[in-house]
C-alpha cells in the first residue's frame, strides 16, 4: 500500500494514472520517429567546422512519442477540464474556431521577410485587430509587436522615456501602487527608474493623497492597473490622472484587467497614455501551458511617434510595413520580426465572433460572476473590501484565523475537490490572499459547484478538520512538491547515469 | 571575551578580537521558512553600516540583509554554498554569514544587547 | 451567443442573489461620465460561417511558402513539421493549461519543459537551459543585460554577423541602461577580427553561428581571446537545425548560447509566436533570466518536478529581478521538443547533413547563372548571394513571377549602399530540384 492507500501496483501505473518516465529513459539508438531521404553524395561546404560527437538524443519511434506526450498531458489540469478561478489570469475558454483559423496555410506558412506585395492579407489583418483595438481602448496608435503583457509594459514606458528625453527632461522615477504585479517593477528597473509604491487605503485603492505626496516634477510615470489587483475599479482614477498630467508625468495602465470592461468604458477616457492589453487574457489566446502570449500597447497620439517598429502604413489599397524607427529617439525594435502572429489571428477571430454587443456582454458577465462568487462566499469566507467587485474578488486568511490552516493549504484542498486554487499570496497588500477570477465563459452551474467546493471547504477547515488540508492534495497526480529540496539542490536536466551509477 | 548584540531587523553581531560575525537570529530564520540559498558579499571588499551585505533566499522570498556596522569583509561562510539549512538549524551559531573587521567600534552602541532583543522579540505580534 | 452561457433566466437569478437591480448596478463605481453611453460604434457578432468566411478570404491574399518555390531565411526557416506534432500540442492539457504554478496539477507541463530543457543543452553543447524566451533576438538581448551582471562590466562588442534585429534588440533593451554597446561593420566576407576589441572594460562579445551572412567560423580563438580578458562570449543561433551537423557554440566555449527554436516544430507565421532558447554554464545559473523546471520528489517519494530558483523572477524579486519576463513560450517549446524527440540523434543529424546537401546543391547551381556570385566557402543550409545591381528590385521581380527567391540584405540593413546588391539564400529539406531549377531559371530570366 501506498501512503495514499491505494494499493501499490507492479508496473508503477495506477489505472489511467500512468508512471511516464523521461523520454531519455526510454530512448535507444537506432530508433527514429522520422522518416528522411538520404542527403545523397556531393560536395560538403562545412569546413572544419562539422560536428563529430554524440549530441546524446534519445531515439524513439513515433507510437512511443505519442504515448509518452498523451501520458503527460494527462496529468495536466486545463481549462478545457475544469474551472480555473485564477485572479489576474482570465482563464476564459479558447474557442477551435481560433485554432482551425489560425492553422489556414495562408497564414501559417507565410515568411516574416516575404515582400510585402506577396502578404497582403497577412497586413490587412494585423492592421483590422489593431483598428478594433484602437475603438475598444479610445486610443489613436497601437503598438503591435510586444511578445506578451512583460513585453509589452517595457515597449510602454521605454516609449514614455524616450518621448521624455525628447522633451529633454529624462526625469528619475516611477510610482506604482503596493499591490502592483511585479512586473511593473521589474519593467520600470530596466528602463533606469527607480520604483516607489504608493499605499492602498483601505477602500482597496490607490491613496490619492499619498499619491499627490509623492508626485513631484522628478516622476516620469505613473504605472496604475484598473480595476487594480484587488478587483476593484479605480474610482478616483479621473483626479489621478489630473494630478499625473499637471506634473507633467505620464499615465500608464497595466491592462491585465481589461477583461472587466472591455466594450464599457474606454481607458483613454480615463485620463490614462498608454497601456499594454494581453491577447491572451482578455482575448482568448490560449495559455499553452505558460505561453506565448502577446502584448500590444495601445497610446495616444503624443506617444505613438516614440513607438518601436514596425508599423503599417496604407496607401490606397496597398499596405506596407514599416521596419526603421519613427521619430528621432524613438524606441528600437525588442524582438526580431513583427509580433505574435500566431496569436494576432486568434484575437481577430474571437473579436469577431464577439463583436462590439459580444464583447460587452462579456465584461458585462465577468463582473456579474465575481461579485455572484462575492456574496455566495460572503459569510464562509473574508472578503477583504466591503461592496461589489469588478471581474475578480479578493479573500484573504482572516476566515482561516485559529485553524492552523493557511492559505496554501486551503488553495491545495481546493486540488482535491476537483479545481484549480484561486490566485494565492498575491496582491501583497492583504495576508494571505486568495484572489478569485471566475470570468464570463463559467456557467451559474459551474459557478455553483465552485461556490459548493468552496463554503465546503472553509466550514471544515474551522471545524478543525486539519488533516484534510495537510495533507492536500491527496487526489491529484502527484502529492506535495518538495520545493525547498528542488532549490536546495537544483537539478535543472537530465544527465545520463555515470558508471557506478549504472552498475547499482 | 566575545560580546553579541543585536539589530531591529534581526541580525546579530559577535565580536571578538576586533573581528565581527554577522548572522541572522533564530527568530529571523523562523519568519523567512527554509533557507535555500543566501548571497555573500566577495572577501577584502568594504560596507558601509546600513548597506546591503547579504540576501537570504527562501522558496517563496528574498530578503536583505543589512550590515549592522561598517568594516572589510575578511571571511564569509562557504559551508552555506552547501547547506544553506544551517541558516535554520543553527542561525546563531554554524549559520554565520561574514566576517568584518570592525571600522568603527562605536556603531556598536545602539544596538540591542541580548536581554533587549529578547523583549524586543516578545513584544512583536 | 455561442461562448456566453448564461441565460435571461440566470442573469436574472444572479443578480437577485447579489441584491442588485440590473447589471448596470454592477458598473456603479466607474465614473459617470467615463461609462460609455451604449455600443461603440463597430460591427456586432458573427457566426463560425461568417468569421472563416473573412479569415480565409484574408488568407487567400498571400503567398504562403509551402505553395511557390521559397529560399528565404535569414532568422525564420521553412521546415517540415511531422503531423504528430500539431496534433499532439492541440490535446486541451498541453494547449488550455495554464502556468504551472500548482505543480501537482502540472506535472504534464512540467516533465515536459525537464524534457525541453535538457534537449536544448544537448543540442548547444551547454550545462543548463531555461524553459524558453519569447525569442531568439529577446533572448540574446537578455543574454547581454545577464553578461553585464555576471562581470559587473558595462559594453559589449557585437559582430557585424550578428542579425540585425537581434542587434537593434540588444541596443533597445540597453539604451536606458548604463551599457554600451560596439556595433561591428556588417561582414558579408566574414573576415572581421573581433578580439582586437575585447579589453578589460568589455563584458561580452556576441557572434552568430552560423553567421547572418552564412558563413561558419571557429569561435575558440574568440571564446580565448574573451576569457583571457575577463569577458563572456555570447553566441546566438538563428537555424537550430545546424546544431546537427556543425560544431555547437558550447563546444566551442560559449558561455551563453540563445537561440531561435522556431525550426523546430513551429510553423514560419509571418514572424511570431517564435521560441528563445537559453543555455549556460552551470556556475551562471543563478544569474539566468526566465522561468527554470528542476527535480523533486513528492510526500509519497515519487519524483517530480516543479518551478524553481524563483527568486531571481519578477513576481519575487520585482525590480531587482533578472528579468521582467512572466509568460514565456510554453506551447512552442512543446512543439520543438516533440519534433526533436521523434528525430531523436539520427534523425536530427540526418535532417541537418539533408539540409546542408541541398544547399550544397543550390549553391553550385546558382554559381552556374552569368552575373550571381556565392561569397560563401562555408555555409549551412544559407549563403549570401552577389547579384548585378539592387538586389531587392530582383527578389522583388521574382515575386511577381511566383518564387520567394531569398531576402535582400537591404531590407535588414537599409542605408548600406555597399550590401545592395547582397541576398541571403536558404535551402531546407522541402527544396525540391524543381524548386531550385525555378530559381535558377528565373533568376537567369530576370538578369538577361
Known amino acids: 500500500m501506498t501512503a495514499g492507500g491505494n494499493p501499490s501496483t507492479h508496473s508503477g501505473h495506477r489505472g489511467l494514472d500512468m508512471d511516464e518516465p523521461l523520454l531519455f529513459e526510454i530512448g535507444a539508438p537506432g530508433r527514429c520517429g522520422v522518416d528522411l531521404p538520404a542527403a545523397g553524395p556531393g560536395g560538403d561546404c562545412l569546413g572544419a567546422m562539422s560536428r563529430e560527437n554524440l549530441v546524446g538524443l534519445p531515439g524513439l519511434s513515433e507510437p512511443q512519442v505519442v504515448r509518452h506526450y498523451v501520458r503527460l498531458s494527462q496529468k495536466n489540469y486545463s481549462i478545457d477540464a475544469g474551472l480555473y478561478p485564477l485572479g489576474s489570469c482570465t482563464m476564459k475558454h479558447n474557442p477551435r474556431l481560433n485554432e482551425k483559423v489560425a492553422r489556414l496555410p495562408g497564414f501559417a506558412d507565410l515568411h516574416p521577410l516575404q515582400p510585402a506585395a506577396s502578404v497582403q492579407g497577412a497586413l490587412a489583418l494585423i492592421e483590422a485587430l489593431s483598428e478594433w483595438l484602437a475603438i475598444l481602448t479610445g486610443f489613436p496608435a497601437v503598438a503591435m509587436s510586444p511578445a506578451a503583457g512583460a513585453q509589452g509594459e517595457l515597449c510602454g514606458l521605454m516609449t514614455i522615456r524616450a518621448a521624455l528625453e525628447a522633451r529633454g527632461d529624462a526625469r528619475a522615477r516611477v510610482l506604482v501602487p503596493d499591490s502592483a504585479h511585479g512586473t511593473n517593477p521589474a519593467t520600470a528597473a530596466l528602463c533606469g527608474y527607480p520604483v516607489e509604491a504608493v499605499p492602498s487605503n483601505e477602500r482597496g485603492r490607490i491613496d490619492l493623497a499619498a499619491l499627490k505626496a509623492q508626485l513631484g516634477s522628478d516622476v516620469a510615470a505613473v504605472m496604475l492597473t484598473n480595476p487594480n489587483t484587488c478587483g476593484l475599479f479605480e474610482d478616483e482614477i479621473l483626479e489621478i490622472a489630473a494630478e499625473v498630467h499637471g506634473t507633467g508625468a505620464f499615465f500608464y495602465c497595466d491592462g491585465a484587467n481589461f477583461n472587466a470592461i472591455v466594450g464599457k468604458v474606454r481607458p483613454a477616457d480615463l485620463g490614462i497614455d498608454a497601456m499594454h492589453l494581453n491577447l491572451h487574457k482578455t482575448f482568448s489566446t490560449p495559455h499553452g501551458g505558460g505561453g506565448p502570449g502577446s502584448g500590444p500597447v495601445v497610446m495616444t497620439a503624443e506617444l505613438a511617434p516614440f513607438a518601436p517598429p514596425p508599423s503599417i502604413v496604407r496607401d490606397g489599397d496597398t499596405l506596407s510595413l514599416v521596419e526603421t524607427g519613427g521619430s528621432e529617439g524613438a524606441v528600437g525594435r525588442l524582438r526580431a520580426f513583427h509580433g505574435q502572429m500566431g496569436m494576432f489571428i486568434r484575437a481577430y477571430a474571437f473579436i469577431l465572433s464577439h463583436g462590439v454587443d459580444g464583447l460587452c456582454q462579456v465584461a458585462e458577465d465577468a463582473v456579474l460572476n465575481a461579485n455572484y462568487l462575492r456574496t455566495a462566499l460572503l459569510d464562509d469566507l473574508s472578503v477583504s473590501y466591503a461592496g461589489l467587485c469588478m471581474h475578480e474578488v479578493l479573500f484573504d486568511d482572516r476566515f482561516l484565523r485559529d485553524t492552523g490552516i493557511s492559505t496554501l493549504d486551503y488553495a491545495k484542498a481546493m486540488i482535491d475537490e476537483g479545481f484549480h486554487p484561486a490566485t494565492v499570496y498575491f496582491p501583497l497588500v492583504v495576508q494571505g490572499a486568495l484572489l478569485t477570477e471566475p470570468t464570463e465563459s463559467e456557467s451559474k452551474e459551474s459557478l455553483d459547484r465552485l461556490i459548493g467546493a468552496m463554503r465546503f471547504l472553509a466550514q471544515r477547515a474551522k471545524a478543525g478538520d486539519t488533516s484534510r488540508f495537510a495533507e492536500a492534495p491527496r487526489l491529484a497526480p502527484r502529492r506535495r512538491l518538495d520545493e525547498t529540496h528542488a532549490a536546495r539542490h537544483p537539478v535543472l536536466r537530465w544527465r545520463p547515469p555515470t558508471r557506478t551509477e549504472a552498475a547499482e | 571575551m566575545s560580546e553579541t548584540r543585536y539589530t531591529r531587523d534581526h541580525e546579530w553581531i559577535r565580536i571578538e578580537d576586533g573581528v565581527a560575525t554577522i548572522g541572522i537570529t533564530d527568530y529571523a530564520q523562523t519568519q523567512l521558512g527554509d533557507i535555500v540559498f543566501v548571497e555573500l558579499p566577495t572577501p577584502d571588499t568594504s560596507i558601509e553600516a546600513g548597506a546591503e551585505a547579504a540576501v537570504v533566499e527562501s522558496v517563496k522570498a528574498a530578503s536583505e540583509v543589512y550590515a549592522p556596522i561598517g568594516g572589510e569583509v575578511i571571511e564569509v561562510n562557504e559551508d552555506l554554498q552547501e547547506s544553506p539549512a544551517s541558516v535554520n538549524e543553527d542561525a546563531e551559531g554554524a549559520g554565520w554569514f561574514i566576517k568584518l573587521r570592525m571600522s568603527d567600534p562605536a556603531d556598536l552602541d545602539d544596538l540591542m544587547d541580548a536581554a533587549a532583543y529578547a523583549e524586543y522579540v516578545a513584544g512583536l505580534d | ?448
Request: hydrophobic share 45%; proline share 5%; net charge negative.
Open chain 3, 1 to 448: 451567443m455561442r461562448y456566453l452561457p448564461h441565460t435571461p433566466v440566470d442573469r436574472d437569478a444572479m443578480l437577485r442573489s447579489i441584491g442588485v437591480a440590473s447589471i448596470d448596478e454592477l458598473f456603479a463605481g466607474v465614473p459617470k461620465s467615463a461609462r460609455l453611453p451604449g455600443l461603440l460604434d463597430a460591427p456586432g457578432h458573427a457566426d463560425e460561417m461568417a468569421v472563416e468566411a473573412v479569415l480565409s478570404a484574408l488568407a487567400k491574399r498571400n503567398m504562403p511558402t509551402g505553395e511557390v518555390p521559397s529560399f528565404l531565411g535569414a532568422g525564420a526557416y521553412h521546415h517540415h513539421i511531422p503531423a504528430a506534432v500539431d496534433h499532439l500540442i492541440q490535446r486541451s492539457e498541453f494547449l488550455t493549461a495554464y502556468t504551472p504554478y500548482q505543480p501537482e496539477i502540472s506535472q504534464g507541463t512540467l516533465q515536459m519543459l525537464f524534457e525541453f530543457q535538457t534537449q536544448v543543452a544537448l543540442i548547444t553543447g551547454m550545462d543548463v537551459a531555461n524553459a524558453s524566451m519569447y525569442d531568439g533576438a529577446s533572448a540574446c538581448a537578455e543574454a547581454v543585460l545577464m553578461a553585464g551582471r555576471i562581470t559587473r562590466r558595462n559594453k559589449s562588442v557585437l559582430s557585424g554577423g550578428l542579425h540585425p534585429h537581434y542587434a537593434a534588440a540588444i541596443r533597445t533593451h540597453v539604451r536606458f541602461t548604463a551599457h554600451d554597446v560596439v556595433q561591428a561593420v556588417p561582414d558579408p566576407k566574414g573576415i572581421e577580427d573581433l578580439a582586437a576589441q575585447i579589453d578589460d572594460a568589455t563584458a561580452c562579445v556576441v557572434v552568430q553561428s552560423p553567421a547572418f551572412f552564412g558563413g561558419l567560423h571557429d569561435l575558440r580563438g574568440l571564446a580565448a581571446a574573451c576569457h583571457a580578458k575577463g569577458a563572456l562570449l555570447v553566441a546566438a543561433v538563428t537555424e537550430v537545425v545546424s546544431l546537427g551537423a556543425v560544431l555547437s557554440p558550447g563546444d566551442m566555449g560559449a558561455d551563453i548560447v540563445v537561440a531561435e527554436g522556431q525550426s523546430l516544430g513551429n510553423p514560419l507565421s509571418f514572424g511570431g509566436p517564435y521560441l528563445g532558447l537559453f543555455a549556460t554554464r552551470d556556475h551562471f545559473v543563478r544569474q539566468m533570466p526566465g522561468r527554470l523546471c528542476g527535480e523533486t520528489v513528492d510526500a509519497d517519494g515519487r519524483r517530480g518536478y516543479v518551478l524553481t530558483l524563483s527568486t531571481r523572477e519578477q513576481h519575487i524579486r520585482r525590480e531587482r529581478a533578472t528579468s521582467n519576463i512572466c509568460t514565456n513560450a510554453g506551447l512552442c517549446a512543446l512543439a520543438f521538443s516533440i519534433h526533436l524527440a521523434l528525430l531523436g540523434e539520427e534523425g536530427f543529424k540526418r535532417l541537418a547533413h539533408l539540409n546542408h546537401a541541398r544547399a550544397v546543391e543550390l549553391a553550385g547551381r546558382l554559381a552556374a547563372v552569368v552575373g550571381v556570385e556565392v561569397l560563401n566557402e562555408t555555409f549551412f543550409n544559407e549563403f549570401t548571394v552577389r547579384l548585378p545591381g539592387d538586389a531587392a528590385s530582383v527578389i522583388d521581380d521574382l515575386a511577381a513571377r511566383g518564387i520567394l527567391a531569398g531576402v535582400p540584405v537591404s531590407r535588414l540593413w537599409p542605408g548600406e549602399a555597399d550590401l545592395a546588391d547582397l541576398a541571403i539564400v536558404a535551402a531546407t529539406e522541402l527544396t525540391s530540384d524543381a524548386d531550385i531549377t525555378a530559381l535558377a531559371g528565373g533568376l537567369e530570366r530576370v538578369l538577361a
